[in-house]
């Protein structure tokens, strides 16, 4: 069934809101190239609208009430808010979730070496990538560094205009001659993933590793850390740059994570632009790890939306084990991840009728997984019939998809992991051109569309 194009529904008035929520956007992907920048920016988007961490209700013992709104900075890599409703919790709650991290590379905990005059840092790629596509680009450091007295320094390098950029070399093509006949996966292996940062020594002619020691000498002036202090440093490195419009007619935007950003932004635009109490609580998810499988204490795998949920049973009346069970399976929710776009420069792999395209709106994927739906969600044909009533409701512009072609291959989300409590889940999301990519592409109408999906499934689902 051919869906509409987005951009052809549009009045001055959704153009107006697409251009705001477009360049707030492209602001928020700028400053929040790790999960932890990211939960940071969420922070300040949700205290400026009056929530406020459930920890300090926790401790102060407060009876939260339908219309208070709280979150969960959990770890500072994953983030959870949430608007009470005027049916108790364990009448359920309307979910959205996505995840906040991107494929990436990040610094071993012993990086720094020098080689024949060059300094550089080693790295350990995260996620699944194209490993080729990240050489020759202009790189930044971006991340934490937690010392010994427990004091945390911020490293951001390479963002500013101001500031040097780093990256990692290829091989000239004149010498190319075996790795051109090599498979793409092992063009660049992942131990050549190595970040120059500097060739200057220090005047000292009894220095055994002068560029080196050059380098030490910079990052004790900037942030005050030791060489030591890499063991216990979490230093990501990802694509330099601001977020741009993308095409002569600025209808798209190029960016650094719009896996799965672009998801995460369009929810936290979606609650906080809620200000009526809703008649289910609402709760917005914003989780580490999916790149590497939801693991780990702050993947979705982990147990902290479980536990807040409990936490605001116990704020709300009385706590029982039995009214956590029954507001877990009595919830709905949009697992909110990217979907592939279609490329027709890679028709092959796509399926044309199951696709998503870029400018037709927000994407529901039944079912993801790969080749017979291993590791799949497949949500009930009942609850997406729903979700298509709430949606053509709400004038949502909306498309469905899979991931391409049966046996080319998939991917998954967090859908199925929530799916266990017995809620009802179904997976959702933006089309994106070169996605893993270091820069991806979406459509602003995709995003509009997505923002208004949200929240149209969060007070009404």
């Not at 490293?155 to 793409?184: C, W």
């Not at 970040?195 to 005047?203: A, L």
């Given at each position: 069934m051919e869906r509409k194009v987005a951009w052809t529904t549009y009045s001055e008035e959704d153009f107006t809101k697409l251009d705001r929520i477009a360049a707030d956007y492209k602001a928020f992907?700028?400053?929040g190239k790790t999960e932890r920048e990211c939960v940071r920016e969420a922070v300040k988007k949700a205290e400026a609208k009056g929530y406020r961490e459930l920890a300090c209700a926790i401790e102060k013992g407060e009876k939260l009430n339908p219309g208070d709104c709280v979150y969960v900075n959990w770890m500072g890599k994953a983030i959870m808010m949430f608007k009470l409703g005027r049916q108790p919790i364990e009448k359920g709650i309307n979910i959205v979730g996505a995840h906040i991290d991107s494929p990436r590379m990040d610094l071993k905990q012993n990086p720094l070496y020098e080689d024949t005059g060059i300094a550089y840092l080693d790295t350990h790629y995260y996620g699944g990538i194209k490993k080729y596509q990240w050489v020759t680009l202009p790189l930044a450091?971006?991340?934490?560094?937690?010392?010994?007295?427990?004091?945390?320094?911020?490293?951001?390098?390479?963002?500013?205009?101001?500031?040097?950029?780093?990256?990692?070399?290829?091989?000239?093509?004149?010498?190319?001659?075996d790795k051109m006949g090599k498979k793409a996966s092992v063009v660049i292996e992942g131990e050549e993933l190595n970040v120059i940062i500097g060739s200057k020594p220090v005047k000292d002619e009894e220095a055994k590793?002068?560029?080196?020691?050059?380098?030490?000498?910079?990052?004790?002036?900037?942030?005050?850390?030791?060489?030591?202090?890499?063991?216990?440093?979490?230093?990501?490195?990802?694509?330099?740059?601001?977020?741009?419009?993308?095409?002569?007619?600025?209808?798209?935007?190029?960016?650094?994570?719009?896996?799965?950003?672009?998801?995460?932004?369009?929810?936290?635009?979606?609650?906080?632009?809620?200000?009526?109490?809703?008649?289910?609580?609402?709760?917005?998810?914003?989780?580490?790890?999916?790149?590497?499988?939801?693991?780990?204490?702050?993947?979705?795998?982990?147990?902290?939306?479980?536990?807040?949920?409990?936490?605001?049973?116990?704020?709300?009346?009385?706590?029982?084990?039995?009214?956590?069970?029954?507001?877990?399976?009595?919830?709905?929710?949009?697992?909110?991840?990217?979907?592939?776009?279609?490329?027709?420069?890679?028709?092959?792999v796509f399926e044309r009728k199951n696709s998503a395209y870029l400018g037709k709106g927000v994407c529901f994927n039944k079912y993801t997984g790969s080749r017979g739906k291993g590791g799949s969600n497949d949500a009930n044909a009942e609850y997406l019939g729903a979700l298509?009533?709430?949606?053509?409701?709400?004038?949502?512009?909306?498309?469905?998809?899979?991931?391409?072609?049966?046996?080319?291959?998939?991917?998954?989300?967090?859908?199925?992991?929530c799916a266990v409590y017995g809620m009802e889940v179904i997976d959702s999301g933006v089309a994106v051109l070169s996605m893993h990519a270091p820069w991806e592409i979406i459509s602003k109408a995709d995003l509009y569309e997505a923002v208004k999906a949200y929240r149209a499934f969060m007070l009404n689902a």
């Amino acid at each position: 069934m051919e869906r509409k194009v987005a951009w052809t529904t549009y009045s001055e008035e959704d153009f107006t809101k697409l251009d705001r929520i477009a360049a707030d956007y492209k602001a928020f992907l700028d400053n929040g190239k790790t999960e932890r920048e990211c939960v940071r920016e969420a922070v300040k988007k949700a205290e400026a609208k009056g929530y406020r961490e459930l920890a300090c209700a926790i401790e102060k013992g407060e009876k939260l009430n339908p219309g208070d709104c709280v979150y969960v900075n959990w770890m500072g890599k994953a983030i959870m808010m949430f608007k009470l409703g005027r049916q108790p919790i364990e009448k359920g709650i309307n979910i959205v979730g996505a995840h906040i991290d991107s494929p990436r590379m990040d610094l071993k905990q012993n990086p720094l070496y020098e080689d024949t005059g060059i300094a550089y840092l080693d790295t350990h790629y995260y996620g699944g990538i194209k490993k080729y596509q990240w050489v020759t680009l202009p790189l930044a450091l971006h991340g934490v560094v937690a010392k010994k007295d427990g004091t945390v320094v911020d490293v951001v390098v390479g963002e500013d205009p101001a500031d040097p950029v780093v990256g990692i070399s290829d091989l000239l093509i004149h010498l190319s001659a075996d790795k051109m006949g090599k498979k793409a996966s092992v063009v660049i292996e992942g131990e050549e993933l190595n970040v120059i940062i500097g060739s200057k020594p220090v005047k000292d002619e009894e220095a055994k590793e002068p560029v080196k020691d050059a380098m030490l000498a910079i990052l004790k002036d900037k942030y005050g850390i030791e060489e030591e202090d890499f063991l216990s440093a979490e230093i990501e490195v990802v694509p330099a740059g601001p977020a741009r419009d993308f095409g002569l007619d600025r209808s798209m935007i190029l960016g650094y994570g719009h896996d799965d950003r672009v998801c995460a932004y369009a929810q936290i635009d979606a609650i906080l632009s809620i200000d009526e109490i809703p008649e289910k609580t609402i709760c917005c998810i914003l989780a580490d790890k999916e790149e590497i499988g939801s693991v780990g204490a702050t993947g979705m795998t982990g147990k902290y939306f479980e536990n807040a949920v409990a936490e605001l049973i116990n704020l709300t009346g009385d706590y029982c084990d039995l009214k956590l069970r029954r507001a877990l399976t009595a919830s709905r929710m949009l697992s909110c991840d990217v979907s592939a776009g279609y490329d027709p420069n890679f028709a092959g792999v796509f399926e044309r009728k199951n696709s998503a395209y870029l400018g037709k709106g927000v994407c529901f994927n039944k079912y993801t997984g790969s080749r017979g739906k291993g590791g799949s969600n497949d949500a009930n044909a009942e609850y997406l019939g729903a979700l298509r009533k709430l949606m053509d409701d709400a004038n949502v512009n909306f498309q469905t998809a899979e991931l391409g072609k049966v046996d080319q291959g998939g991917g998954g989300t967090i859908a199925y992991i929530c799916a266990v409590y017995g809620m009802e889940v179904i997976d959702s999301g933006v089309a994106v051109l070169s996605m893993h990519a270091p820069w991806e592409i979406i459509s602003k109408a995709d995003l509009y569309e997505a923002v208004k999906a949200y929240r149209a499934f969060m007070l009404n689902a």
